[in-house]
T-cell receptor, first 112, second 114 residues
Framework: SQQGEEDPQALSIQEGENATMNCSYK?????LQWYRQNSGRGLVHLIL?????REKHSGRLRVTLDTSKKSSSLLITASRAADTASYFC????????????FGRGTSLIVHP | DAGVIQSPRHEVTEMGQEVTLRCKPI?????LFWYRQTMMRGLELLIY????????DSGMPEDRFSAKMPNASFSTLKIQPSEPRDSAVYFC????????????FGAGSRLTVL
């Protein structure tokens, strides 16, 4: 069963615009991870944010975590056509097996 | 490091045939995971190993599925007999120190059962 659920399921934007994807989850987490999957490829890790962190940055990526709302967001600034991919959040639950559970993903299309 | 290596990349087989998927994890990683991805169910964990020992196989759909890890550099996922509903992309991933850390995924094996 999915712990994290991404929203929206699909997002279509123009190059240069910002893209925001959200992830909601149900139980307490140890950390939350974001991955990208290009068509026909494996998942690639983007950012890991721990439960005691509120924000992390990596290049054009910004991830926030609100544990009170049990939600996270991934912001891609100044998007490029090469950012076209599916983006997944994976939650690692506290007190459990510490194995990531993936959501269904957000499909992002960036038009040149 | 060449990353996590999976083979075959594509497999087309007929119902009832045996299918074996292979995975070579990143050298030094002590955890290995097998996931299955379908449009209907998303990415599901099938089984994971720690130091070559299966820890949790509760995600294996049924007895037709089996997985082994005879050594630290090789794992197999076997389906016997295969059925059309097994059609999916199967991913292997490895990590150092467990799932609370970053997983490195292979490119996946796309299985089509006719």
């Amino acid at each position: 069963s999915q712990q994290g659920e991404e929203d929206p399921q699909a997002l279509s934007i123009q190059e240069g615009e910002n893209a925001t994807m959200n992830c909601s989850y149900k139980t307490s987490i140890n950390n939350l991870q974001w991955y990208r999957q290009n068509s026909g490829r494996g998942l690639v890790h983007l950012i890991l944010i721990r439960s005691n962190e509120r924000e992390k940055h990596s290049g054009r990526l910004r991830v926030t975590l609100d544990t009170s709302k049990k939600s996270s967001s991934l912001l891609i600034t100044a998007s490029r056509a090469a950012d076209t991919a599916s983006y997944f959040c994976a939650t690692v639950t506290s007190g459990g097996s510490y194995i990531p559970t993936f959501g269904r993903g957000t499909s992002l299309i960036v038009h040149p | 490091d060449a990353g996590v290596i999976q083979s075959p990349r594509h497999e087309v087989t007929e119902m009832g045939q045996e299918v074996t998927l292979r995975c070579k994890p990143i050298s030094g990683h002590d955890y290995l995971f097998w996931y299955r991805q379908t449009m209907m169910r998303g990415l599901e964990l099938l089984i994971y190993f720690n130091n070559n020992v299966p820890i949790d196989d509760s995600g294996m759909p049924e007895d037709r599925f089996s997985a082994k890890m005879p050594n630290a550099s090789f794992s197999t996922l076997k389906i016997q007999p295969s059925e059309p509903r097994d059609s999916a992309v199967y991913f292997c991933a490895s990590s150092l120190g467990g799932g609370a850390n970053v997983l490195t995924f292979g490119a996946g094996s796309r299985l089509t059962v006719l």
